[in-house]
């Protein structure tokens, strides 16, 4: 085996041109596999991170027709002990409302929050960009859109009407933008005293939101709390509500492999086809090898290391280009602001993965020259020149 080996680098120096040409096809395949999954992981970050990076993954509500929760402190405790892949939970007591103004109705979502726990999923304290977050009773905040539309100022107080018949007045303390139109047009937030003050839920909520360390496993807790919760509660998962977002993730990993099998298949055809060449380029060396005494299985070694060792290198070159390119994406191809039109998600795993299949693809290229200089007969070799 040392033999072969030996022989195989000697084979690849003698034909520096032929080997560096195989080595920038495997360095370029490897480059283009990793820029391009890093490319589709960045895209599908950003869409998640847009869509339910800061939203509810999963949520329970009740069946009942009052859409309360009681002895929600109960239930917690038990979701806390069922997973812990469930990393922040929230409640609240949410009831639509109609806002009194200039003689005209604006329908909106009052949504009571612990906003200590609930930032922890809708970073609300965080997009408070003018005022300060609701504290005491009878205070809210309100998003950018339904400010503009409203046309209020802080301070102001809005009237509002509750689906029970009660009349509640609120005054505003700050404005929201959470990125999202329709949310900021929609929801009031206030504290959650507040709301089951206002509609009559004392010791209730309607929602108990949580979200997950692996947002594709939604749908498997999901199911894990359905089955030890009571009857009376329904679980509802991101998943289940956002088919067509699932939809184009499915889309761009299917894209991504499609490619990245073409890239692949290319480079091992051009490795084959160009040892093959070198099986006949070499067949006299070959030729000779044998009439020494070396056997078929020798040969064949010698190929195949050639075949390894174009894989690591080729492969150890094409992580260099595929993090240079990578850098290089991020650095030149931005918004207005500075910042990376798409942000590149540089996986390790993914990347010794894309390694790991370069070489062993560059090994079964080898395998037919291999088996083709197992069968060269010494003799005709010589005889033939």
């Known amino acids: 085996m040392n033999f072969s080996f030996k022989i195989a680098v000697r084979f690849l120096k003698s034909s520096k041109g032929q080997t560096l040409l195989i080595v920038l096809g495997i360095a370029v395949g490897v480059s283009v596999q990793i820029f391009i999954g890093s490319l589709i992981q960045g895209l599908q970050k950003n869409l998640l991170n847009k869509t339910i990076g800061n939203s509810s993954h999963i949520t329970v509500i009740s069946k009942n027709q009052d859409n309360r929760i009681s002895n929600y402190n109960q239930i917690i405790n038990k979701i806390t002990h069922i997973s812990q892949d469930i990393t922040n939970v929230s409640i609240s007591y949410d009831s639509p409302a109609l806002i009194n103004l200039n003689n005209k109705n604006y329908s909106v979502l009052i949504r009571g929050l612990n906003l200590n726990t609930a930032s922890k999923i809708y970073h609300v304290k965080e997009q408070i960009y003018e005022g300060k977050a609701p504290k005491r009773n009878s205070e809210t905040i309100i998003g950018k859109e339904l400010q503009k539309e409203l046309g209020i100022k802080l301070g102001d107080e809005l009237t509002i009407n509750t689906n029970i018949g009660q009349e509640y007045t609120l005054k505003v303390t700050g404005f929201y933008d959470l990125k999202v139109s329709s949310l900021n047009k929609t929801w009031m937030i206030t504290t959650l005293d507040t709301a089951q003050h206002m509609f009559g839920g004392d010791n209730t909520i309607t929602n108990i939101e949580m979200q997950v360390k692996d947002v594709f496993a939604a749908d498997q807790i999901a199911d894990r709390l359905s089955n030890v919760l009571s009857s009376r509660l329904k679980v509802e998962n991101w998943k289940s509500q956002n088919e067509s977002l699932l939809s184009g993730l499915n889309g761009q990993s299917i894209s991504s492999i499609i490619i990245q099998v073409f890239v692949l298949v290319s480079v091992a055809l051009a490795i084959a086809s160009v040892l093959a060449i070198t099986v006949i380029q070499k067949s006299k060396q070959i030729g000779i ?39 290089s994406f991020s650095t030149f191809v931005t ?3 500075g910042t990376p039109i798409v942000a590149l998600t540089f996986n390790y795993s993914f990347i010794l993965f894309s390694v790991m299949v370069a070489i062993i693809a560059s090994m079964f290229a080898a395998l037919i020259p291999a088996k083709r200089s197992s069968q060269l007969n010494p003799i005709e070799v010589i005889r033939n020149g």
């Open 289 to 327: 090898l044998k009439a020494m005494g070396i056997t078929d299985k020798t040969a064949s070694l010698i190929f195949l290391f050639e075949g390894l060792l174009l894989g690591i290198i080729g492969s150890i070159l094409g992580v260099l280009f595929g993090l240079l390119l990578g850098f």
């Open 335 to 337: 918004n207005p602001d």
